[in-house]
Each structure stands twice: as C-alpha cells, then as structure tokens.
C-alpha cells in the first residue's frame, strides 16, 4: 500500500495538532500500515519519557532524552532530515534505544545512592493533621533532598532482671524473672523498682509493696543503694510482722540484684525512721538469701554441684577445700554405717578437719557392727576404712535424696537431718559370688545456711549383719 504520509503528519497527530477529519484519516492510515505503525509507536514511547515527571526517575529522564534530544521531535522546530531520515530509521532505531539504555543503567547507578535515600524516608513520613500542607503528596522532585539523614536514636537494650514477690505463707520471697528494655538514660535502680511495684505475674505470688507508695528518689553511693519513699509506704502497710518482713526484703533481694549494689537503705519522705512498723528500720538492710524460696529443681541442681565439688575434695584428701564446705555452725558428722548417733560419732568444725590427715591422735568414731567393739582410729585410718574405701568419685549409681541399699542397718540420716539433701554414690558389689552382700555406699549430707548448702555428715554404708 502506497503511504500518502509522511512523519512530520504521524509527529503532528502525536500531538494532537490536527483538526478531527485529518487525525480520523490518519488513525485509518495507521490501522492498515505497518511502517507508519512503526514511525507512531517510536513517538510515543519518546514522548512518555519526556512527560514522565516522576521524582525517582527525573535524572534517568533528563539524561536519556538529552542523548537523544527529543526537542528535535517537538512541534516548534522542523524536522531536519526529512526523508533521509525515514530512510535511516531501521537503522538509527536500535541505535537511539541501545543508547537510551546505557545511559539509563549509568545513570541509575550513580543515582542508586539518592533513590534508596528517597524510597527510605518516604516509608517514615507520617501524616500530621495539623498540617495540611505536610499532609498532602508534593510530587515536584526540586522541592525534595536527594537524600535525608535517618533520625537519631538512643540504643534499647534488652535485660533480664530478678524480682522477688512473697508466697502464700508470707514465709518466704520467690525470684520472678522479666524482660526490660534499657536504654543510656535508663536510671536502673527506677526502673527495677516500678517493675516490682507493678505486681508478680506468676500465679501464687503476691505483691508486698503498699498501695500509693511513690518512689521519690532513688540514688547508690559505695554499695548502698537509698530509697526515698513517701510516707503511703507506712501508712497503707496492712501490718504484720511477717507481711513487713516480706515487703522488705522482697524489695532489698531485689535491688541488691544489680551489680553494685550490697544494701539497701530506706528513707520515708526524705527521713530516716526508727521502726517500719514493728521492724527495725534506720540501718541499711543486707541480702537476706535464706529467705528465697527455691524450686525443687533448683535446690537438686545446687546440691548436686556441691555434692561433686565434695566428693572430689575427699578424693584427692584435699582437708583445706573439704573444710570451706562445712557448716559454719553445726561442723560436719562422720558416721561409720549410715545410723547416726549424735552422741558417739564424732564431729569437727571446718578449723579442725584442716589438720585432721596429719594428726596422730586416735579417736572413738563409734562401734563395729557385729562386735560391737569400739573404733578405735587415727583421722586418716578411719578415712581409708569408713570414708573412701572405694573410688565413690566414679560410682556405679548416684542418687539425690534416696537410699539406695540399706542392709539391715536402720539408715536415719532424714530424721536427724529432716532440712537437709544429700547424695548416695552407691557400687551394688564388687565380687559376683557374694551376691551384692559387698556393696558399698558413701552419703553426703546438706544443709542450708544464709542461702548457702553446707556438709553437715558424712556416712558410710556398707552390709551389716
């Protein structure tokens, strides 16, 4: 089909400059011509670059159209080349496109950094309702920064801190674990109080600090953490001398969880007080540990490592560790056969059992079964005979809190402990003829002092007739 056209009239219908009869006999030209298709097709895709006002791709356009400088396609200047140029169009296209697209990708490279600046702080813009001019789009990519700093923060930390709250029985404070979030300007001792005011979220707990108490101040100078309360601290207590003793130390085992801190002293509107209610009250106030209550789990889990610590003193005869485990009070009990009797078997506080290995004096450590002959020892015989006959260290059974072989000796070691925890490292037999009658078993027994465990006896087990 012979083109009646040329591509100054598909430029001017592009434009939407000629009258409607002329742009209708064009559009049917177009419909039935493929090469003036072409020519249409190569326009409008210039002119969508041209007319793109995006901010994000501004500069992509602005380069992309001075390369190949869509002026010379705009109604206010002729068209240069005229047919020479529609004779050359196969040729130029691929030309003009593989330019536009390098100068794309170059560009969009070196404005990568401005565009992700751009696209970032858009998601952070929030509408503000006073300002409407701040909440309309402004889509003039001159009146916008090629990129905005992100905002300042100060860092959170996340921490974990222990809080103690009362049981039912107001006997006894339980530890109460929970997330915070820190910050630099964080006042720690604050925070972890208005979290125990707050209230346990475990169930059989109770809170211990009054209704209305404020914290006024709060400040730590040379391990003593001072608290200033207001006076509702005193006055809305509901009484008692052990629901005082749980609001007080729930608070002070509290603070003294944080590093630094070793007492606590209370203030009540800027003044020392005598008494808070029926307790002393003007000292600072020290850690009370026997005051936690521990979960079973944990009270095994603390036995059993002190009980490993022991057990391997007394293997290697090490007396000077073996003495820093003793009860501070009560000293430690050697048993020979796991029926303790207070008032025969002997007992050494933690200075004597030092010396104990070296010492050549013989003792009367009770009496043989059987016989009923006295035991009549040196320290270190009686060690070899009733305490580390066999390499307990590495027994064949170990059990918490349970009498593994008993023969026929009565074994009392809960009634005359009834406090205390121990471990059974127990060998069922040594020679398969005597049929477990040689088993043996060495008993160390626990008990708590100042939130601490102590070895209070030491018992010997093996068959007795």
């Known amino acids: 089909m ?93 030309v003009l496109a593989s330019a536009a697209v390098f100068v794309v990708v170059m560009v969009g490279i070196t404005s990568f950094g401005s565009l992700r600046g751009l696209i970032n702080n858009s998601g952070d813009v929030k509408p503000n309702p006073t300002n409407p001019i701040a909440n309309s789009q402004n889509t003039n990519p001159a009146a916008l920064p090629e990129s905005t700093a992100p905002a300042v923060q100060n860092p959170v930390e996340k921490k974990v801190i222990t809080l103690y709250y009362s049981n039912s029985n107001a006997d006894k404070v339980v530890a109460e674990k ?34 209305g108490t404020r914290l006024l101040s709060v400040s730590t100078e040379n391990g003593i953490c001072t608290l200033n309360l207001s006076k509702e601290f005193v006055d809305n207590h509901p009484g008692g001398t052990a629901g005082e003793t749980m609001t007080l130390f729930s608070i002070v085992n509290t603070m003294t969880e944080l590093p630094g801190i070793e007492k606590v002293q209370f203030l009540i509107e800027g003044q020392k007080q005598d008494a808070y209610i029926h307790v002393a009250f003007s000292e600072p106030f020290k850690r009370n540990n026997s005051i936690i209550q521990k979960s079973p789990s944990e009270i095994k889990a603390e036995v059993e490592a002190k009980s490993q610590e022991a057990i391997k003193a007394i293997k290697e005869k090490d007396m000077e560790k073996l003495a820093q485990m003793v009860h501070p009070e009560k000293g430690v009990l050697f048993s020979p056969y796991s029926h303790i ?52 260290a590495n027994a064949e059974k170990v059990a918490y809190n349970e009498i593994q072989q008993s023969g026929n000796t009565i074994v009392n070691i809960s009634d005359v402990y009834p406090e205390g925890k121990f471990m059974d490292y127990y060998f069922p037999g040594f020679t398969p003829e005597y049929d477990g009658m040689d088993w043996a078993s060495l008993r160390l027994v626990f008990e708590e002092y100042d939130g601490q465990w102590y070895l209070v006896c030491i018992a010997h087990g093996q068959w007795t007739i």
């Open 341 to 392: 009797e207070l008032e025969k078997h002997k007992v050494f506080t933690k200075d004597q059992l030092k010396n104990l290995m070296e010492s050549e004096e013989v003792y009367i450590w009770g009496e043989y079964d059987g016989s009923g002959d006295p035991i009549k020892l040196t320290f270190a015989q009686y060690f070899d005979k009733f305490v580390y006959d066999h390499d307990f």
């Open 178 to 211: 929970r997330e915070v979030e820190i910050s630099k300007d964080t006042q720690i001792e604050r925070l972890v109080f208005e979290e125990l005011q707050k209230g346990p979220k475990n169930e059989g707990l109770v809170a211990t600090i009054p209704k």
């Open 2 to 94: 012979k083109c009646n056209f040329n591509f100054e009239d598909i430029i001017k219908y592009s434009e939407n400059h000629l009258s409607e009869e002329e742009k209708k006999r064009i559009k049917e030209h177009l419909d039935v011509c493929e090469k003036c298709r072409k020519r249409y097709g190569v326009l409008k895709f210039t002119e969508a670059y041209a007319k793109d006002s995006s901010m994000t791709s501004e500069s992509i356009t602005k380069n992309v159209m001075e390369t190949i400088d869509v002026n010379r396609y705009s109604k206010s200047k002729k068209f240069l080349f005229g047919r020479n140029f529609y004779r050359a169009l196969p040729v130029i296209k691929p």
